[in-house]
């Protein structure tokens, strides 16, 4: 049996099978997915598509074509019911597909409003699949009012996307400012300031207590007892790994599928990839949820599957575009003890140091920083917090020193 078997038809899933084919493995193949479409790319539909600048056909990481012409069974709107590991099959409706390797690129799936406060009336949205911006484009129209819930980037570019089409938008952050949990207050004082300046009604420390309405959301009460009126709600909560299918298979879970090194799970024919996996990093598990991240950690699994026996070694890279900034992050903050921060107005960067060590970069509209950080993180170096300040100092400099 020389079978792949891959869950899950997201960037990781798709990325694996296109560097399985790519690597000259002439075994089979199978792509399950279980939305109707080819394979996509999700960062383009808070924005472009959400906007009508992009049609769906666009989005396609590849035509659907090329999966026939590569042999390559793409199964869309199928999902998995079940994993049998003693007899090394995946149900499929009333099929059982044989595997020699399985691999889960689940990803992962929005966190959710209770019911009991009303996250289940019309009109209450997440932003994670092309059915939910497809739910939600209708509504988006100029004096329309939508309160968005979070402040993290998900939260944010709605937030800037909705402001963009003239929206009344008012964006509410349960803890004490925006971005709390994935950076500096440098960095979310300069969003903070860029959506103000759009006309966001921008609410820190205050959550949401519930939405109301006669079967469409209508009215939602703030935690500070204040009421709005809304037309629409989206959901910026954050998301976790989809980890059930794993779950139930009996595989190790740990802040997603616990993978090795290599990216095999507790079950030496299974590997996991992408958003639902955690891997070893630096004496500790990490998870990712980026498009690198998938890309990359996919491209290692196919030429592990492929016998390669590839440490997988993660280089961190994100990016967040809100009206005309375009956010890029280098690197991971954890535990950072000390920031600087080089420029002002619209391009700034914030350099994120462990004692002497440089851990990451914020740049907004400042590609040269961005340039610079990535290539000292990923190269083991750093760069003196004072020198960093100055902005006399030419950056690039900083490469050679």
């Not at 630096?282 to 690198?292: H, I, K, N």
């Not at 690197?331 to 914030?350: E, F, I, K, P, Q």
């Not at 462990?354 to 760069?383: F, H, Q, S």
Request: glycine share 12%; hydrophobic share 40%.
């Amino acid at each position: 049996m020389t079978a792949v078997v891959v869950i899950g038809a997201g960037q990781a899933g798709a990325s694996l099978v296109a560097r399985l084919r790519d690597a000259g493995y002439d075994g089979g193949i199978t792509l399950v997915g279980d939305e109707p479409v080819p394979p996509y790319q999700r960062p383009p539909l808070s924005k472009k598509y959400l906007l009508g600048e992009m049609t769906a056909e666009r989005l396609y990481l590849r035509p659907e074509r090329y999966y026939t012409e590569a042999g390559i069974d793409l199964r869309l709107g199928t999902p998995v019911t079940g994993i049998d590991r003693a007899a090394r099959t995946v149900t499929i409706g009333d099929e059982d597909l044989p595997y020699a390797h399985l691999v889960l690129a689940t990803g992962s799936v929005p966190r959710r409003l209770p019911a009991a406060i009303g996250g289940d009336l019309d009109g209450v949205h997440e932003v994670r699949t092309l059915s939910d911006v497809d739910a939600m484009r209708p509504g988006f129209i100029p004096g329309a009012r939508v309160l968005i819930v979070g402040g993290g980037y998900i939260g944010l570019e709605a937030a800037a996307v909705a402001a963009a089409r003239g929206m009344t938008v008012t964006l509410v952050e349960m803890t004490e400012r925006i971005l709390g949990r994935v950076a500096a207050p440098e960095t979310a004082d300069y969003f903070r300031d860029l959506h103000t300046r759009h006309g966001v009604d921008l609410r820190e420390g205050v959550g949401l207590e519930r939405l109301s309405g006669d079967g469409r959301v209508h009215t939602a009460r703030l935690g500070d007892g204040s009421e709005i009126g809304v037309d629409m709600v989206i959901v910026g909560i954050g998301i976790v790994p989809d980890t059930r299918l794993a779950e139930a298979a009996g595989l190790e879970i740990d802040n997603g599928v616990a993978v090795d090194a290599q990216g095999r799970t507790s079950d030496p024919a299974i590997w996991a990839v992408g958003d639902c996996a955690s891997f070893p990093h630096d004496g500790a598990r990490l998870r990712l949820e980026s498009v690198p991240n998938a890309i990359d950690m996919a491209e290692c699994v196919a030429g592990n599957i492929m016998g390669a026996g590839t440490p997988y070694v993660p280089k961190p890279w994100f990016w967040s575009d809100q009206y005309d900034v375009k956010l890029q992050i280098a690197g991971l903050n954890a535990g950072y003890d000390r920031v600087v921060t080089r420029g002002g107005g619209t391009a700034m960067s914030v350099w994120y140091y462990k004692g002497d060590r440089l851990l990451a970069v914020d740049a907004m509209n400042d590609p040269r920083a961005y340039m610079v950080g990535k290539r000292l993180i990923e190269a083991g170096k750093t760069a003196d917090p004072g020198i960093v300040a100055d902005p006399a100092t030419d950056l690039k400099t900083l490469l050679t020193s």
